[in-house]
């Protein structure tokens, strides 16, 4: 079974530029999750899909980030404009099922920001 | 206020050792879950075990094994005879049955020496 995709892998940008990341899901999994794990912390979340529907976004800084998932597949992640804080690895999750406690999550390997 | 605590910044253990990583939660649910993820260099994260409330039993898993102790509100995990590619950080997560979250620690650094 393939994992979770992510691209880029690694990505530098100067502060106030725009960024976008893209997470393809393992195939059949409806819940998908975006994670900021932020160095030296765990990951936080910042929002979640069902199918092409937003679960939960509250953590979402919404005045900067936005992601959207418009076929129930892939999603994208946006920051504009990026600021220094922002620097962190943005991880990509999906589940099969929405009660993720039946189950953890099957995460990629994420993109590394950094925000200069 | 800080759902899961991981004292442990960073250990490092020399190979063949036992370690043992700790990690306390913070709940005021009766039905909750907790959960222990492997993140090595590579960035992605593994998950390792999933535990609810209800089930105190302690599991082994070849060398790994964990200790949930709801008197003191822990869910510790040991790796025994330690290999290198046990070198990984570490997460502890809870899960709460209100709301659908999960609640990460802040990880344990551990580098297993050869």
């Known amino acids: 079974e393939a994992g979770v995709a992510q691209s880029p892998r690694y990505k530098i940008i100067e502060k106030r530029q725009s960024v976008a990341f893209w997470c393809n899901p393992i195939?059949?999994?409806?819940?998908l999750y975006w994670y900021q794990q932020i160095l030296g912390q765990g990951p936080k979340l910042l929002i979640q899909?069902?199918?092409?529907?937003?679960?939960?976004d509250s953590q979402l800084p919404k005045d900067r980030f936005s992601a959207e998932r418009l076929k129930g597949v892939d999603s994208t992640l946006k920051i504009q404009p990026a600021k220094l804080e922002d620097s962190a690895v943005y991880l990509c999750?999906?589940?099969?099922?929405?009660?993720?406690?039946?189950?953890?999550?099957?995460f990629g390997s994420g993109t590394r920001l950094t925000v200069v | 206020a800080q759902k899961v605590t991981q004292a442990q910044t960073e250990i490092s253990v020399v190979e063949k050792e036992d370690v043992t990583l700790d990690c306390v939660y913070e709940?005021?649910?009766?039905?909750?879950?907790l959960f222990w993820y492997k993140q090595p260099p590579s960035g992605e994260l593994v998950f390792l075990i999933r535990?609810?409330?209800?089930?105190?039993q302690n599991e082994i898993s070849g060398r790994y094994s964990w200790n949930f102790q709801k008197s003191t509100s822990s869910f510790n995990f040991t790796i025994t005879a330690s290999q290198v590619v046990d070198s990984a950080v570490y997460f502890c997560?809870?899960?709460?049955?209100?709301?659908?979250?999960?609640?990460f620690g802040t990880g344990t650094s551990l580098t297993v020496i050869p």
């Open positions: 999750a999906s589940s099969l099922v929405v009660d993720l406690r039946r189950d953890g999550y099957t």
């Open positions: 195939s059949g999994h409806a819940t």
């Open positions: 899909f069902q199918n092409n529907g937003v679960v939960d």
């Open positions: 709940t005021r649910d009766t039905t909750y879950y």
């Open positions: 535990r609810n409330s209800f089930d105190e």
């Open positions: 997560a809870l899960s709460e049955a209100t709301g659908n979250q999960f609640y």
